[in-house]
């Protein structure tokens, strides 16, 4: 059957931690699960905005990094491999519509059919801040990139970090042994990063070009950044293979409103089985609203098998099953 005509029981939209944990959950509750995230990779802002934070209130942890947390619920989503979830990612929703029944769920890059929703976009899209300067779009991804996909494309490159925060300095010290030159650009002096971090970052190889903004980019052979000293007019030409902007990511969740749903304070509206009032769309994690409300992972993995089991039961009455996980080999 090709994707266009499968019809899943769930369609998850958002690989947060919550998403991970819900297509999961649904896997082991034997649903047919897709998990659409818009981000090259899951984790939402776990992966993105703290993966070396350590976390200490996640039940059975007294503490774990982001990225080890996010490491763990990939591996967890393929334990029951019959059942392991279908994971599309770089895949935007963009519309929610409902025939017959079926849900109809429009991505930037196609369609999807599923008999249930569950929500979980968390604080909605992230996109990263990009630089605010006119270049050409064309570069992005060949010469100007936002996302490290493989730290190998900047092998023997000459590189220049722009951002004066954790994740600039994780990938300034990590490209340090990649690339043949790595140069940091800040519009301060003081970086904001783990007091460990910037210790070594100051005791390595990279150059730290501060305080200066990027004021241009002119493609050539190589890329020619025009950096500018912050509260002066001196300017410096800087030649490299590759710019990687790490300014941070701005989120946008405007699609709950896009999408009709209902809504309470700007964050969609559910009921105690995490059911919104349209049937079948459930929501779950930070982007839902009821009282007592709390904005925490561990919440949102609480409010995961309320939602997936009143799915299941309403998916499959015939199925009642106790709610206990079974015990496996592994
Ligand atoms: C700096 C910081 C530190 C934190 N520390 C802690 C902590 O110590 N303990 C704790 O419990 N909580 C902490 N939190 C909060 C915690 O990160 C959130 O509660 C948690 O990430 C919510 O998970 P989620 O899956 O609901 O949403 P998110 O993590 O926001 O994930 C949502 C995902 O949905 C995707 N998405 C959005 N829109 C679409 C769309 N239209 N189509 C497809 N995909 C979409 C996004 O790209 C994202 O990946 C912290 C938050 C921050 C910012």
Redesign the pocket.
Same mark, same amino acid.
């Given at each position: 059957m090709s994707e266009s005509e499968h019809i899943y029981d769930i369609t998850v939209?958002?690989?947060?931690?919550?998403?991970m944990f819900t297509a999961f959950y649904a896997g082991m509750r034997q649903l047919d699960t897709l998990v659409?995230?818009?981000?090259p990779e899951? =984790? !939402?802002?776990?992966s993105?905005?703290?993966p070396e934070?350590i976390?200490?209130?996640?039940a059975g942890f007294a503490g774990i990094k982001g990225g080890q947390l996010i490491s763990a619920l990939h591996k967890q989503m393929t334990v029951f491999p019959d059942f392991a979830p279908t994971v599309a990612t770089n895949?935007?929703?963009?519309a929610i519509d409902k025939t017959d029944d079926i849900f109809v769920l429009t991505t930037t890059k196609g369609q999807y059919k599923s008999r249930s929703v569950v929500v979980?976009? =968390? !604080?909605?899209?992230?996109a990263p801040r990009k630089l605010a300067i006119d270049y050409d779009q064309a570069l992005e991804d060949q010469k100007i990139f936002y996302f490290v996909k493989n730290v190998a494309d900047f092998a023997d490159k000459t590189v220049a970090i722009a951002g004066g925060g954790d994740s600039a300095i994780d990938w300034a010290l990590t490209l340090e042994g990649i690339a043949k030159k790595v140069y940091l650009i800040h519009r301060r002096d003081q970086f904001r990063g783990l007091e460990s971090s910037v210790e070594r970052l100051h005791q390595g190889t990279v150059e730290l070009m501060t305080p200066y903004l990027i004021d241009g980019v002119t493609d050539g052979p190589e890329l020619s950044l025009d950096l500018k000293k912050v509260k002066s007019e001196d300017h410096v030409d800087l030649a490299v293979d590759a710019l990687l902007v790490n300014y941070g990511f701005t989120a946008d969740n405007h699609?709950l409103r896009k999408w009709g749903l209902p809504l309470d304070h700007r964050l969609l509206k559910v009921d105690a089985n995490m059911e919104t009032s349209i049937p079948g769309v459930y929501g779950?994690?930070?982007?839902v609203n009821y009282p007592g409300k709390v904005?925490?992972?561990?919440a949102?993995f609480g409010e995961a098998p309320t939602a997936i089991n009143d799915i299941a039961v309403k998916l499959y009455p015939e199925r009642r099953q106790p709610l206990h996980s079974t015990q496996m080999d592994h």
């Open positions: 939209i958002g690989g947060g931690p919550v998403g659409v995230e818009s981000l899951l =984790g !939402g802002q776990v993105t905005l703290y934070k976390i200490r209130d996640v895949e935007e929703v963009t979980a976009i =968390g !604080g909605g899209s992230f699609a779950i994690g930070d982007c904005k925490l992972i561990a949102g």
